[in-house]
């Protein structure tokens, strides 16, 4: 869902935002937390996602499964 939204565009505003809290919420009810702050969050995962190349969706969802385990 995170990388659905951040980059489906799924709403007209707030897509970045809404992936956040999927991803929180998720990990929360999977009684796992973030290591990181909302800063790092935002600059880490949220705006490379953004950025990232949709063709690459593969590799992508490699190195978020990675950050994800790393950092929580």
């Not at 980059?7 to 990181?36: D, T, V, W, Y």
């Not at 935002?42 to 950025?51: G, I, M, P, S």
């Not at 969706?57 to 950050?67: G, I, P, Q, S, T």
């Amino acid at each position: 869902m995170f990388y659905k939204i951040n980059k489906g565009h799924i709403f007209p505003n707030g897509n970045k935002r809404m992936s956040i809290a999927c991803l929180l919420i998720f990990l929360l009810l999977n009684k796992k937390e973030l290591k990181q702050t909302d800063d790092e969050l935002t600059r880490n995962a949220v705006f490379e996602l953004a950025e990232s190349d949709a063709a690459a969706f593969d590799a992508v969802k490699r190195e978020l499964e990675v950050w994800i385990r790393t950092n929580i």
